[in-house]
């Protein structure tokens, strides 16, 4: 990932090229705060926006698209199925329901969004060949540009091998140092898949390693900015998040320095398996 500019893109396995950088809206609250998250973003010059039916936000993106004035074609949308709505033919219709809340014609990439259609993450409804199904059909019509899967893990991945005519172009997985997924990240790209990094910052949990802090210094830059180059330079595409102008700007001016390869070593010898959202692996 060497000569990165907050305008780089690289190019999916199906030939559609995705910023390396996006915006996460997580936990962001539909109306004035999504839409001013958005704007903020779309002014530092994001141009990947990360949303999903379950955030319940996605009608706030659409408006911020919109009032953006920026061209569909240079934005980037990701949307994601709600796990409730996993199945064939509740997959067909969910789509529908975004694109109508988003105000939109297409996404750039549809993904399923835990590989179990029970909404606690905690218990295995396995209903997820049966909604590839349906996700291959989306991309066909046109309706997504690209489609992929988040939060699999290298079991889920080599399952749809079984039953895939179409491989997902990404795996979105919780990626930062304390959970850093060598193995993942490796079978990712032994096999076309981009991994993108959901909670790069750890979850808000920067402030947990001096060594972090230390690096952010040597740097001279915080440890947000840290972690998201970790990211950056392991090949990952993180989408960080904050409603905050300041911290939205900061952490997309990431493409101004690098870190060596000493610290990028000191950096993954943080991790701990530690995970600040539901582990997938747990899932059948």
Same mark, same amino acid.
Not at 4 to 16: A, D, E, F, V
Not at 155 to 166: D, G, N, Q, R
Not at 220 to 225: E, L, P, V
Not at 252 to 264: A, K, N, W
């Given at each position: ?7 780089? &893109?690289?190019?999916?396995?199906? +030939? @559609? ?5 996006? =915006?996460? *809206? ?5 109306? !004035? ?13 994001y141009r990947l926006i990360d949303t999903a039916a379950a955030y319940k936000n996605e009608e706030g993106v659409? &408006?911020?698209?919109?009032?953006? +004035? @920026? ?5 980037? =949308?990701? *949307? ?5 709505? !996993? ?117 808000g949990n920067v402030s947990r390693s001096e060594l972090i802090t230390d690096i952010a210094k040597k740097y ?65």
């Open positions: 990932m060497d000569n990165l500019n907050l305008n780089s &893109r690289r190019t999916l396995n199906n +030939g @559609i090229k995705i910023p390396v950088i996006g =915006i996460g *809206t997580y936990r962001v609250e539909d109306g !004035e705060p999504v839409i001013n998250e958005i704007k903020c973003a779309l002014e530092a010059g659409g &408006r911020a698209i919109v009032e953006s +004035g @920026i061209p569909r074609e240079k934005l980037f =949308i990701t *949307t994601k199925l709600e796990d409730i709505d !996993e199945g064939y033919e509740s997959t067909l219709r969910a789509i529908d329901v975004s694109l109508a809340k988003l105000g939109l014609s297409y996404v750039d990439l549809y993904l399923i969004h835990w590989p179990t259609a029970s909404a606690n993450h905690k218990i295995s409804i396995n209903k997820r060949e049966e909604t590839w199904k349906a996700m291959e059909e989306i991309c066909k019509s046109g309706k997504a540009k690209a489609i992929g899967v988040a939060n699999y893990a290298i079991a889920h991945l080599k399952e749809m091998k079984e039953y895939a005519h179409i491989l997902p172009v990404m795996d979105q997985v919780e990626f930062h140092p304390f959970l850093y997924q060598k193995d993942l990240l490796e079978y990712c790209k032994e096999n076309g898949i981009v991994l993108q990094a959901h909670s790069p910052l750890a979850s001279h830059k915080n440890n947000a900015q840290v972690l998201i180059r970790w990211s950056l330079q392991h090949g990952a595409f993180p989408i960080p998040k904050s409603i905050h102008k300041e911290r939205i700007e900061e952490n997309i001016h990431v493409f101004d320095f690098g870190l060596s390869e000493e610290d990028m070593k000191k950096l993954d010898g943080l991790n701990a398996n530690l995970h600040f959202r539901s582990n997938p692996e747990n899932l059948e």
